[in-house]
C-alpha cells in the first residue's frame, strides 16, 4: 500500500487541449500493489480499509507518485561521451560515438555499462526504455541480462549497420539477420523484455541490409523497430544521394515496410506533408529528442504540425547526444523548444508526453503509463521541493499546474525520491 498525492492521466488523450480534463489528481491518495500490478487507486479515506492486514504501508504524503518515465530513445553505449563538444551529427558520430562504441565488442565491459546504465535511468525515475546498444550481439545480451535482473520492462536490440562505419561496428546483411533472429528468439517477450530491430540510420545499411531488416519485420510482426529519421540537414542530403530513387528520406524505410504500428522514428526534424501524411497511414511513432537536438544544433521539432497529423509522440533524452538522463530537464528543453516556435508546452501536456504519450507511442498503453487496475507496478515519487530554491519557488506556487511547472524547469535526478519497479523499490534517493 502506498500513500501519497496521486497524479496520472485517464488514458490515451489525442487532443492536447483535452488533457487538463483527463488529470487524475488525488491529494490524499492510495495505491494498492500486488504481484506487480495495480490492484486499486483512489482516496486514502476511500480505501484504507481495503489494505490487507499484513500489508506494509509506505508512507509518502507531501511528495508526488507518478507512473515512472518512458524514454522513447536512448543509446546505453553513450553513456561515455555525454557532453563531448563542438561538433553537429555526422562529425559527432565519427568523432565520438564511433570509437566509442568500439569498446562494447567487450562483453565484460558492456555489462560493467550496462549496470551503471540501467542504475543512471532509475534515479532519474524512468522505468522503460527504448535502447540501442553497439552492432555487438554481446551489448545486447548483457544490457538484457542487467535488465532482466531488475524485472525492466526494457526494449533493446542490437544496431545493424553494414557500411560507412568503422570495420569494427559493421555487421553484413547476413549477421544482421542471423543475430539478430538469435536474439529475438532469446529475449523477445522474456519476463519484461522486448526486442526492437535497429538500423542505425539509413547512410549505414546498404539495400541488401534493409532488404534483410524487412524479412526479419515480416517474421516478428510484433518486434518493434526504431531508426533515426531526418534529424540534421546534411545527413538528409546524404540519404538523398545514397538512394536517389526514393522521394524522400522517410521513403526509404517505407520502401522496405519498416514503418507501422511498432514502429517509431527518432528526431524526425526535416519531413514534408506527404511524410506526415505516410506516418499517419502507416500508424507509425515518434521519439521527440529535445535535448539532443538543441545539443547538436539540429533543430526544432515542430510538435503541434505531428499532433496535427495525429502522429503519436513520444519523449526522449537520446543520450549521448541527449544532454541529461532525466526527462524532467528533457521536459525543461521541450518548453523551450515550442517557445522558440511560438508555442507553449503546458505543464500537463509535459508530464503526460513523458508518462502516457511515451507509452502510447510505443503500443504499451494498456500496459503502463497510468494507475488503471491491472497496470504494471512502474512507478516514482517525486519529490516537489529538493532544493531551497525548489522550495522557495514552490512556496510561491498558487496551482497544481504551476508546482509541476517548476518540477518541470528546476527538476531533475534530485526530485526523484524513489523509483518503483514491477510493484518492488529499486531506487532510494541518499
Ligand atoms: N543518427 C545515427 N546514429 C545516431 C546516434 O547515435 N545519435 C543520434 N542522435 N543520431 C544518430
Ligand atoms: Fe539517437
Given amino acids: 500500500a502506498i500513500r501519497g498525492e496521486l497524479l496520472d492521466f485517464k488514458g ?29 487507486r483512489g482516496s486514502w479515506e476511500e480505501g484504507k480499509n481495503l ?6 504501508v509506505y508512507d509518502y504524503r507531501g511528495k508526488f507518485i507518478m507512473p515512472g518515465f518512458i524514454d522513447t530513445h536512448v543509446h546505453f553505449p553513450q553513456l561515455e561521451i555525454i557532453g563531448s563538444y563542438g561538433e553537429q551529427l555526422l562529425e559527432w558520430l565519427n568523432t565520438y560515438t564511433f570509437p566509442t562504441e568500439l569498446k562494447y565488442s567487450r562483453k565484460e565491459y558492456a555489462r560493467e555499462m550496462a549496470g551503471i546504465f540501467l542504475k543512471e535511468l532509475l534515479r532519474n525515475g524512468t522505468t522503460t526504455a527504448l535502447t540501442f546498444c553497439t552492432v555487438h550481439p554481446q551489448s545486447a545480451e548483457a544490457l538484457f541480462e542487467e535488465a532482466d535482473r531488475l524485472n525492466m520492462r ?11 562505419a568503422p570495420e569494427g561496428l559493421l555487421d553484413t546483411p547476413e549477421t544482421a539477420y542471423s543475430e539478430s533472429k538469435a536474439l529475438i528468439e532469446k529475449w523477445h517477450n522474456h519476463n519484461r523484455l522486448s526486442y526492437v530491430l535497429l538500423p542505425r ?54 520502401h522496405y515496410k519498416l514503418t507501422g504500428r511498432r514502429s517509431t522514428f527518432a528526431h524526425c526534424i526535416h519531413l514534408d506533408e506527404e511524410d506526415y501524411r505516410c506516418m499517419e497511414e502507416t500508424e507509425s511513432g515518434i521519439a521527440f529528442c529535445p ?18 497529423s495525429n502522429v503519436r509522440v513520444g519523449l526522449a533524452t537520446d543520450v549521448g547526444a541527449g544532454t541529461s538522463f532525466s526527462m524532467l530537464q528533457t521536459l525543461n528543453e521541450a518548453y523551450k523548444v515550442m517557445q522558440l516556435q511560438g508555442e507553449k508546452l503546458p505543464p500537463y501536456e509535459g508530464f503526460y508526453l513523458a508518462t502516457m504519450g511515451s507509452a502510447h507511442s510505443l503500443d504499451l498503453d494498456d500496459r503502463l ?47 526523484i525520491y524513489r523509483t518503483w519497479v514491477n510493484g518492488t523499490p529499486v531506487h532510494e534517493r541518499n
Avoid at 291 to 305: A, E, I, K, V
Fill in 12 to 40: 490515451v488523450v489525442s487532443n492536447p487541449e483535452l488533457l487538463p480534463e483527463n488529470v487524475r489528481h488525488v491529494e490524499d491518495g492510495l495505491l494498492l500493489v500486488e504481484e506487480g500490478r495495480i490492484k486499486w
Fill in 51 to 56: 489494505i490487507p492486514a499484513d500489508a506494509q
Fill in 154 to 164: 526494457l526494449i533493446a536490440g542490437k544496431v545493424m549497420m553494414d557500411r560507412h
Fill in 201 to 254: 540510420f539509413a547512410p549505414t545499411s546498404t539495400p541488401e541490409q534493409l532488404e534483410q531488416i524487412m524479412h526479419l519485420k515480416e517474421e516478428y510482426p510484433d518486434c518493434y523497430l526504431q531508426t533515426h529519421l531526418a534529424e540534421n540537414q546534411n545527413e538528409c542530403a546524404w540519404v538523398k544521394d545514397l538512394f536517389p530513387e526514393q522521394r524522400s528520406y522517410l521513403d526509404v524505410y517505407h
Fill in 291 to 308: 535535448t539532443s537536438n538543441m545539443f547538436l544544433g539540429s533543430g526544432l521539432f515542430p510538435l503541434r504540425q505531428a499532433q496535427a
Fill in 369 to 415: 503509463g497510468n494507475f488503471d487496475e491491472g497496470k504494471e507496478a512502474d512507478f516514482i515519487v517525486l519529490d516537489p521541493a529538493a532544493t531551497s530554491l525548489q522550495q522557495l519557488r514552490r512556496d510561491n506556487s498558487r496551482t497544481l499546474e504551476e508546482q509541476l511547472f517548476v518540477l518541470m524547469t528546476l527538476g531533475d535526478d534530485r526530485n
